[in-house]
Nanobody, 131 residues
Framework: QVQLEESGGGLVQAGGSLRLSCAASRRTLSSYALRTYAVGWFRQAPGKEREFVVVISWGGGSTAYADSVKGRFTISRDNAKNMVYLQMNSLKPEDTAVYYC???????????????????WGQGTQVTVSS
């Protein structure tokens, strides 16, 4: 079973950029397994539900974005390095949240945006956008 770790968050001014990374935890020796999963990014602001941001297929050929981030965020993956990335540009204060990556459970419909259909969450990485 794969376990994930997120990194790359920080404090940035509105209009700035950040690049988040998602990797399989070395502790579980599951890095190879990550390339067999679709991976999604979600975010959770204080007092709010975990919100879908974007998902990428296991091969990287298909993606789906939340309307709120289309044109600003770009997901990519490098299966040779067992990494998934989220490039965030033109950041807004409303993007402030803890960002999580998760794997789409096998045999789950591709179009789902329900966080319960994803698993192996990491501890998250905080993104704070100041106005």
């Amino acid at each position: 079973q794969v376990q994930l770790e997120e990194s790359g968050g920080g404090l940035v001014q509105a209009g700035g950029s950040l690049r988040l990374s998602c990797a399989a935890s070395r502790r579980t020796l599951s890095s190879y397994a990550l390339r067999t999963y679709a991976v999604g990014w979600f975010r959770q602001a204080p007092g709010k539900e975990r919100e879908f941001v974007v998902v990428i297929s296991w091969g990287g050929g298909s993606t789906a974005y939340a309307d709120s981030v289309k044109g600003r965020f770009t997901i990519s993956r490098d299966n040779a390095k067992n990494m998934v990335y989220l490039q965030m540009n033109s950041l807004k204060p409303e993007d402030t949240a803890v960002y999580y990556c998760g794997v789409l459970r096998k045999s789950t419909n591709w179009g789902t945006q329900n966080p319960s259909d994803f698993g192996s969450w990491g501890q998250g990485t905080q993104v704070t956008v100041s106005s």
